[in-house]
């Protein structure tokens, strides 16, 4: 079905802020001082027995960006973190289907109380009162097909195995909700997977074109993709294990088809923080549908973000010592990630390390993270980068 005459116009309406940001930005960033203390707080967390090879941030203020990275992108040249290499931002790209649905409500394609059982009849009867709103705010129940016996086992065989992303919560089609749809908050990779779904059928177009429609174009974003490979374009910030024998390069380990929606988005800190301050802003939706989505439940993302976490439609709220910030957070094998923004989306900040850090694989060395992203949330929002 082709795009209707209000999408369109939605499109076009997005595709003119993009280039009034882009207007306003200067040709070339340059390079203003850096805060020392963030410089030290990054340093410190490389050297952190167990923390990661290489980590960048980019805070980004009224087209003003800078860039804090340590260590090395690169173990085997040395070479340090980029701002233009491509990465897996994981569970950010649950931000990224939030877009292309938030939007699809806005145009009328779309509603928040849209059923499974209506759009999408062909998945299990016993999922169908679940709305695209309860798949949002993983609210759901739905089982997480991520977690699947069936599934790890694939994986564990054969981590470049091709999936037919469409067809990931076959996985877990014999299983009932883990709760009646709205009841609680729990975090479910299937959820994710059926938000894509949804615009798909509610389109007949696929979501990797609705994407591009709906997000890369309106906002430049020339390096972000959804491949469905296990490679990254070049260049890449490589991702790390630790093992016995010092880091190992799993970068391209693990495809892209197996997460889809869910977490298979590749963009570059240049990219995603550009992406982040329009999402969390409020850019790409109408004050109506904003609202909406910025209804707050108690639930953490994974892993969880600085201070306090709260989980809106395809949004968290991190409330930290100073400040509110919207944004996601996300890891996968080789990369930990973090994207937030202040509300008016003037302010942006993205943290991405080189090496999966979560509360149960990196304990210490993620309790020292997730104070750095805290120190940096601070910098970002109190304008002293």
């Not at 963030?38 to 980019?58: C, E, K, S």
């Not at 469905?228 to 380990?253: I, K, N, R, W």
Request: proline fraction near 8%; hydrophobic fraction near 40%.
């Amino acid at each position: 079905m082709p795009l209707t005459r209000r999408r369109s116009a939605a499109i076009a309406a997005m595709t003119a802020l993009c280039c009034a940001l882009t207007a306003a930005a200067p040709a070339q960033a340059g390079q203003p001082q850096k805060d020392q203390r963030l410089q030290r707080l990054l340093d410190a967390l490389v050297r952190q027995a167990g923390g990661p090879p290489g980590a960048i941030a980019v805070l980004r203020t009224d087209g003003r960006t800078v860039v804090v990275r340590a260590g090395e992108g690169d173990v085997r040249t040395g070479r340090p973190p980029r701002i233009d290499d491509h990465m897996r931002v994981a569970s950010v790209a649950k931000t990224f289907s939030g877009a292309v649905a938030l939007a699809l409500v806005d145009c009328g394609e779309l509603s928040l109380d849209d059923t499974i059982a209506e759009r999408l009849p062909q998945l299990p009867a016993r999922w169908g009162k679940v709305t695209l709103r309860q798949l949002l705010q993983h609210t759901s129940g739905l089982p997480d097909y991520s977690r699947a016996p069936a599934f790890v086992d694939i994986l564990r065989n054969d981590p470049h195995h091709r999936f037919d992303s469409r067809r990931l919560l076959d996985f877990v089609a014999d299983k009932p909700l883990a709760f009646p749809p709205g009841s609680r908050y729990a975090y479910s990779n299937s959820d994710n997977i059926a938000v894509a779904l949804m615009a798909e059928a509610a389109t007949h177009q696929r979501y990797e074109t609705l994407l591009k429609q709906l997000v890369y174009t309106p906002l430049g974003l020339d390096a972000t993709s959804l491949p469905s490979g296990f490679t990254l374009p070049l260049p890449y910030l490589h991702g790390y294990a630790t093992t016995p024998t010092g880091p190992e390069d799993v970068s391209t380990e693990f495809g892209n088809s197996g997460v889809w929606a869910s977490g298979g988005i590749v963009s570059t800190p240049r990219d995603l923080s550009l992406f982040i301050g329009a999402y969390a802003g409020g850019k790409l939706i109408s004050p109506e549908v904003r609202r909406q989505q910025l209804t707050f439940v108690d639930g953490s993302s994974e892993p969880p973000g600085p201070g306090r976490n709260e989980a809106g439609l395809a949004i968290f709220r991190y409330t930290t010592r100073c400040g509110v910030v919207y944004g996601h957070s996300g890891n996968t094998p080789g990369y930990t990630q973090l994207a937030v923004g202040t509300p008016d989306g003037r302010r942006s900040m993205t943290f991405s390390v080189n090496a999966q850090i979560t509360p149960g694989t990196a304990p210490a060395v993620f309790t020292t993270m997730r104070a750095v992203e805290e120190a940096f949330t601070c910098a970002l929002l109190r304008g002293n980068a």
